[in-house]
C-alpha cells in the first residue's frame, strides 16, 4: 500500500490554531494555518472563544487547502484528524467537521494523537531533511506537555518521563506574563534572552526523580524573585530585562538537557528528536546541537513551521495509520486528555 497513491486530508484544532492540510503519501502539498489572535488581549486562549473562531475558521481554511493543493475531494483517500489532547470544545468543532465530510464522501476517517503528531513530523519527505532511525529519543515540548519518549516505530511508542504539573511552554509564557510581556510571552523571552547574561540571575533547578519533568516550582520562584526586586527598584524588570529573560531560558535549557542525557544514559538510544511548539526556542536547538557534538549524539531538528501547531503532522500520522488499517468509525468522539 505504501507505493499506491494516498492523499491524506488532515484537520487540527486542538487550541487556538484553525489548520488543514492535504499530503500525498509522505509530501505536504499544502498546509494551512488560521492563528487566533483575539486570545491576545486576555493574556491567553480562552477555550470559549477558541471553540467560536474554529467554527468561523475551519470551512475557509480546508477549502485553502484543497485550492492550494490542486485537488479535488473526491480524490481523497481518507481524513485525519486531531482526537485530542486539547481544548475540548476546539477539538469537537475539529472532529464533529471531519466526521461529517468523511461522510459525506465515503471515505475512511483516521483519528490522530497530538503529541504523537508532533513526533512523527520528522518524516514528512522535505529535501535535505533526514528522518530519525528507529529506535530514537523523543523530546516532546509544548504548552500543555513536556514528555520524554521511546519512539521503537511509527505508531510504537513509550513515555519515558513527563512532567508533574506544568508543561515547559507554560512555564515559558507565565514567566514572561510575570515579566509583564504579552501573550504569547514565551517567543518574546527567546528573542530578548538572545541579548542578555544567562548567568546574571541563578534560578533553582527543581530535583524530580527519574525522567519525570516539574516546572511549577521555577515559576514560583521567578514570580517571588522578581517581586523582591521590584519593591526595591520599580524599574528593575525593564533595566534587566534582557538578563532576566536570559537566566530564565538558561535554566529551562538545562533542566531539559540534564534530562534528555540522563535518558541517553538509560536507554543507550543516541538518536534524539524535539518537537512541539517549544522545539522552535533558539536556547534548545542550541543546547541539542552542541551535546550532538559533545556526546556524539544524532540530532534532529524539525522544521520551524512543524513545530507549532500545523495539520501536515497530522497529516503525515494519518498516512502511517492508513497503510496499516488503523481506521476509526464515525462513533468516535474528542479527547481532552489522550496519552500517546
Not at 556524539?296 to 488499517?325: R, S
Given at each position: ?269 543516541k538518536h534524539v528528536a524535539i518537537g512541539g511548539g517549544v522545539s522552535a526556542n533558539s536556547g534548545i536547538r542550541a543546547a541539542l546541537k552542541a551535546a550532538e557534538k559533545k ?39 474528542a479527547k481532552a486528555r489522550y496519552k500517546i
Open positions: 500500500m505504501e507505493n499506491k497513491t494516498i492523499y491524506i486530508l488532515a484537520i487540527e484544532s486542538s487550541c487556538d490554531d484553525t489548520s488543514a492540510a492535504v499530503l500525498l503519501n509522505k509530501k505536504v502539498l499544502s498546509n494551512v494555518v488560521a492563528t487566533q489572535k483575539i486570545h491576545q488581549e486576555y493574556g491567553g486562549v480562552v477555550p470559549e472563544l477558541a471553540s467560536r473562531a474554529h467554527q468561523q475558521n475551519i470551512v475557509p481554511v480546508v477549502h485553502q487547502a484543497l485550492t492550494r493543493a490542486n485537488i479535488d475531494k473526491k480524490l481523497l483517500s481518507a481524513i485525519a484528524f486531531t482526537r485530542g489532547p486539547g481544548l475540548l470544545g476546539s477539538l469537537l468543532v475539529g472532529t464533529s467537521f471531519a466526521k461529517s465530510l468523511a461522510l459525506g464522501l465515503h471515505i475512511p476517517l483516521i483519528e490522530v494523537n497530538h503529541m504523537q503528531a508532533h513526533i512523527l513530523a520528522h518524516f514528512i519527505e522535505e529535501q535535505d531533511y533526514q528522518a530519525p532511525s528507529f529506535p530514537f529519543l523523543a523530546l516532546t515540548l509544548s504548552g500543555g506537555h513536556t514528555q520524554i519518549v521511546l519512539v521503537k516505530d511509527y505508531l510504537n511508542m513509550e513515555i519515558l518521563g513527563e512532567t508533574l504539573d506544568d508543561a515547559v511552554g507554560e512555564a515559558f509564557d507565565k514567566s514572561a506574563k510575570i515579566l509583564g510581556l504579552p501573550y504569547p510571552g514565551g517567543p518574546l523571552i527567546d528573542t530578548y534572552a538572545q541579548l542578555g547574561n544567562p548567568k546574571a540571575f541563578p534560578f533553582p533547578k527543581p530535583k524530580v526523580a527519574g525522567l519525570n519533568f516539574s516546572f511549577s516550582g521555577l515559576k514560583t520562584s521567578i514570580l517571588y524573585f522578581i517581586q523582591k526586586e521590584v519593591k526595591s527598584n520599580p524599574n528593575f524588570v525593564l533595566e534587566n530585562r534582557n538578563d532576566i529573560c536570559a537566566s530564565i531560558q538558561h535554566t529551562i535549557v538545562h533542566i531539559l538537557m540534564d534530562k534528555i542525557v540522563e535518558a541517553v544514559k538509560r536507554t543507550g538510544v556526546y556524539g549524539w544524532h540530532v534532529y531538528l524539525p522544521k520551524l513551521e512543524y513545530c507549532t501547531d500545523n495539520a501536515a503532522m497530522i497529516g503525515i500520522t494519518g498516512y502511517f495509520k492508513f497503510i496499516q488499517n488503523k481506521l476509526t468509525g464515525q462513533n468516535i468522539s
